[in-house]
């Protein structure tokens, strides 16, 4: 069983910047590949980015590529989403999910196995 804890969100003025963190339970975190979603209010959830668990290869949707980065310390069993350049089309629920040594990192919700609870993120114009 993992639990995961995001924290980090907030309101930013488009242009801004914001750093997600997801802090995990468990000995076994560096097992997991690690995804970022979001869920704007009538949409279904997005993939954002995700990080491998067996070299830290990163993968991004295209929305964010170039002002999104996602990294990991397995030492605190955490992992970012450092957010630069902030649009308003980024307001969301940002969620982090864990998937057990897959053998392709996920970039779609289904095969995910633990998420957070969600932190708001909401960008003004």
């Known amino acids: 069983q993992v639990q995961l804890v995001e924290s980090g969100g907030g309101l930013v003025q488009a242009g801004g910047s914001l750093r997600l963190s997801c802090a995990a339970s468990g000995r076994t975190f560096s097992s997991y590949s690690m995804g970022w979603f979001r869920q704007a209010p009538g949409k279904q959830r997005a993939f954002v980015a995700a990080?491998?668990?067996?070299?830290?290869?990163?993968y991004y949707a295209d929305s964010v590529k170039g002002r999104f980065t996602i990294s990991r310390s397995n030492a605190k069993n955490t992992v970012y989403l450092q957010m630069n350049s902030l649009k308003p089309e980024d307001t969301a629920l940002y969620y982090c999910a864990a998937a057990w040594r897959p053998t392709i990192v996920p970039t779609t919700p289904r095969p995910y196995d633990y998420w957070g609870q969600g932190t708001q993120v909401t960008v003004s114009s």
């Open positions: 990080i491998s668990w067996y070299g830290g290869n990163t």
